[in-house]
């Protein structure tokens, strides 16, 4: 079992300013989830392949700072979980939920839940 934890743009939700919000995608085995970050980003300052902006600028380092911080707490929560001998259906549960409950980094309103049969 592992966990893989990425972050994206959806530029079909650009606002009026050409911003687009950066969403973190959790992958547990057959489920996956995503959550606004509650950090909107242009387009053109994000890097894909490296999923973070662009650049040294103030507002780069601190956006990716807090990018970094949600994927060392969300590994964090996963490892300790796995560390506890919890069965691997329960890992994968209590990691999504207690990932959501991160109220002060991850915006907790789910975009999109599937699980794959």
Do not use: H
């Not at 994968?92 to 915006?107: A, F, G, P, Q, W």
């Amino acid at each position: 079992m592992s966990i893989k934890l990425s972050f994206w743009v959806r530029p079909s939700e650009k606002t009026s300013e050409n911003r687009t919000p950066v969403y973190l995608r959790i992958q547990l085995n057959n489920i996956r989830t995503e959550y606004s970050v509650g950090v909107s980003v242009l387009s053109s300052e994000w890097d894909k392949d490296k999923e973070k902006i662009k650049g040294r600028s103030e507002n780069a380092e601190a956006v990716n700072g807090k990018l970094s911080s949600i994927r060392a707490r969300a590994l964090k929560i996963y490892n300790e979980l796995l560390a506890s001998k919890v069965p691997p259906k329960l890992v994968i549960l209590e990691t999504l939920s207690k990932i959501r409950n991160l109220e002060d980094i991850v915006e907790p309103k789910i975009k999109t839940l599937s699980l794959a049969v």
